[in-house]
């Protein structure tokens, strides 16, 4: 077997990067403790997965509100239930939602009728102040969109896995998580700076004429690359949607606990932030501490980090002026759209198209267990045809 991979590291989407003794991940992500598929390939325990708090602080752009999974943290229950974010029948709706996805089989949920997941809570029953409160920003942040057009399915998923794990980090950073895997694999299976320019059924062509061939091709870049690999896939590649993931270096913590800090206005650029460090102390060198702060969006304006000071100046104080901006990461193939009825959590998981076997996020859900899970089918698939 020969891996073709056209950047200078494994990965994908999923790499960080040591500066000035800072692990930058390549865009906030996390990894949700409870995903099935992806926990049965990984170590987890070597995987060091440091865990955020169950909820969300809320900045209305006056005052800050705490939303936390009751459950998890009884001792907050009164100050999440009287929190302004939602009414306190939103609150039970939570509970309830709650119970439904623990009682719910990955299977039950992905064959639900899909809907947009907006329609979906406004249909459970939640009020528009805790979808606007709270479900915009907190899901904008996963799906990289706010107006919530995301499959429900997809929504449905992800509660399931917050209600069942945490989500985490691990403690050398996201980028460990694909490392581990590219461990098991001879080293020399891995060929990276080699950016395939062409596929056959049995043939990969490099840009300087090299032509690798084998049994069969498996195309398995984001689905923007596949369009350019296999024409014929471009009728039904998604849309993508971006983001712009700032990093901050600070003398203090500005939340001093491992939590997503959310917008919930209608004004402003950033939609949620978070301290890594304080997540996972690894992140950033002693005495220092790593902010991570996320515009949906692509934003190539040199001015967004400074833009982004003046605007968390009114959720954190003068404290932010002494922030350095330490990189901005413009990320325009970030998630695959995925609306409702799309391949969402679907079996196979895989396409064949012109005999070329086509895998990747595109073909699942938009998340490391997608990717996993189609990349596994597809082997399973690969095997059987094999055999
Ligand atoms: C900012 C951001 C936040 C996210 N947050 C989360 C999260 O919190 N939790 C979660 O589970 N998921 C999250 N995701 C989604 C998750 O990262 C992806 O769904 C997953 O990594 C997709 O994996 P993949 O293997 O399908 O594609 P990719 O990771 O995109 O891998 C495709 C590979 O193909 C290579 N390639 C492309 N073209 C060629 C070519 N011509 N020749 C050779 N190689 C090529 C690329 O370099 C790349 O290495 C996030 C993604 C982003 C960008």
């Known amino acids: 077997m020969q891996i073709l991979e056209a950047s200078d590291g494994v990965g994908g989407r999923v790499r960080t990067d040591r500066v000035e003794g800072f692990l ?24 060091q997965l440091q865990v955020f708090e169950p909820g969300a602080l809320v900045y209305d752009g006056r005052k800050r ?23 306190l029948v939103d609150k039970l709706r939570v509970a309830l939602l709650r119970f ?39 899901y904008g942040g996963i799906f990289l969109e706010r107006e919530l057009r995301t499959s429900s399915r997809m929504f449905e998923f992800t509660f399931k896995m917050f209600s069942q794990g945490s989500a985490t980090l691990p403690a050398r950073g996201m980028g460990e998580i694909p490392l581990q895997l590219a461990r098991h694999l001879p080293p020399e299976t891995i060929r990276i700076n080699s950016a395939v320019a062409a596929v056959t059924k049995t043939s990969a062509l490099l840009p300087g004429g090299e032509e690798i061939h084998g049994k069969l091709v498996v195309v398995a870049t984001q689905a923007a690359q596949t ?12 849309s993508w949607r971006s983001v712009t993931n700032v990093y901050f270096s600070a ?6 606990e491992a939590i997503i800090a959310l917008n919930n206005s209608e004004n402003g650029l950033v939609n949620n932030v978070c301290v890594p460090s304080d997540v996972a102390p690894s992140y950033a060198p002693p005495g220092r501490s790593l902010i991570s702060a996320s ?11 400074a833009l982004i000071k003046e605007e968390l100046t009114t959720w954190f104080g003068d404290q ?20 409702p009825d799309s391949s969402v959590s679907k079996p196979p998981g895989y396409l064949k198209m012109n005999d070329i076997w086509i895998c990747g996020d595109h073909t699942t859900s938009a998340s490391i267990e997608g990717a996993i899970i189609s990349g596994t089918q597809t082997a399973i698939a690969i095997q059987k045809s094999l055999n």
């Not at 369009?227 to 998604?238: G, T």
């Open 251 to 256: 003398e203090q913590s500005p939340l001093n």
């Open 24 to 47: 930058l991940d390549r865009g906030f992500q996390v990894y949700l403790s409870a995903y099935p598929e992806a926990g049965k390939l990984l170590d987890l325990e070597a995987l």
């Open 65 to 87: 509100h705490r939303v936390m999974d009751i459950f998890r943290r009884p001792s907050q229950l009164i100050e999440s239930a009287f929190s302004p974010v939602g009414s």
């Open 100 to 138: 439904r996805s623990l009682g719910s089989s990955t299977e039950e949920i992905a064959n639900r009728p899909d809907r947009k997941t907006e329609t979906f809570l406004k249909q459970f029953g939640f009020s528009d102040k805790m979808v606007n409160g709270f479900f915009r920003a907190f």
């Open 295 to 305: 515009v949906l969006g692509l934003h190539k304006d040199d001015t967004l980090p």
């Open 320 to 339: 932010v002026e002494d922030w350095n901006h330490l990189r901005t990461d413009l990320i325009k193939h970030g998630l695959p759209e995925q609306a």
């Open 227 to 238: 369009s350019f690999l296999v024409p014929d896939f471009k009728a039904q590649a998604p």
